[in-house]
């Protein structure tokens, strides 16, 4: 069975410049996340989708990052402009079903560098 | 779960020794899950484990076991005989009734030859 794929694994954008990545979860698997991850602390989730329906994105900052699934199964995430601090590895994660209740096998993640 | 505590920064051990890594959880709910995931200096997490607050039976897995004490809200992860391959953050995180996976902040492992 295929994993969680992501593209790029490692972008470098300049800031104020926008970047987009992509992700397609394992086949089957109705509910999507993207993470934040910054060095040295542990995921922070970003947005979750439930098939093409956003079920929590309080902590995206909206201003800047958006996040779509369109046809509910691959997703993309997008930083326009983007600031130094959004420097991290973006993962993406999938689960049959609600986090609490299934387990989320990750893919493996694009590393942004905003310089 | 309202917060997962991982006291261990970092642990560094010579291959062969056998090295636990404690977490520490917060809930205020009767159904909830746990979990340990690897995290190796690719960058990819790894699923290792989870359990289910309602299943108290404590795992072996390989050179891998857990120890699930409800008692003392911890759900302990313990290498034995380290390979230097072991070496990577390991995550603990817990999953509750709001469908929100809390973490831990991570352990790094160090295996030295």
């Known amino acids: 069975e295929a994993g969680v794929a992501q593209s790029p694994r490692y972008k470098i954008i300049e800031k104020r410049q926008s970047v987009a990545f992509w992700c397609n979860p394992i086949?089957?698997?109705?509910?999507l996340y993207w993470y934040q991850q910054i060095l040295g602390q542990g995921p922070k989730l970003l947005i979750q989708f439930q098939n093409n329906g956003v079920v929590d994105d309080s902590q995206l900052p909206k201003d800047r990052f958006s996040a779509e699934r369109l046809k509910g199964v691959d997703s993309t995430l997008k930083i326009q402009p983007a600031k130094l601090e959004d420097s991290a590895v973006y993962l993406c994660?999938?689960?049959?079903?609600?986090?609490?209740?299934?387990?989320?096998?990750f893919g493996p993640g694009t590393r942004l560098t905003v310089l | 779960a309202q917060k997962v505590t991982q006291a261990q920064t970092e642990i560094s051990v010579v291959e062969k020794e056998d090295v636990t890594l404690d977490c520490v959880y917060e809930?205020?709910?009767?159904?909830?899950?746990l979990f340990w995931y690897k995290q190796p200096p690719s960058g990819e997490l790894v699923f290792l484990i989870r359990r289910n607050s309602f299943d108290e039976q404590n795992e072996i897995s390989g050179r891998y076991s857990w120890n699930f004490q409800k008692s003392t809200s911890s759900f302990n992860f313990t290498i034995t005989a380290s390979q230097v391959v072991d070496s990577a953050v390991y995550f603990c995180?817990?999953?509750?009734?709001?469908?929100?996976?809390?973490w831990g902040a991570g352990t790094k492992l160090i295996i030295k030859p």
């Open positions: 994660a999938s689960s049959s079903t609600p986090p609490s209740t299934d387990t989320q096998y």
């Open positions: 995180a817990a999953g509750d009734s709001n469908y929100q996976l809390i």
């Open positions: 086949s089957g698997h109705a509910t």
């Open positions: 809930t205020r709910d009767t159904t909830y899950y």
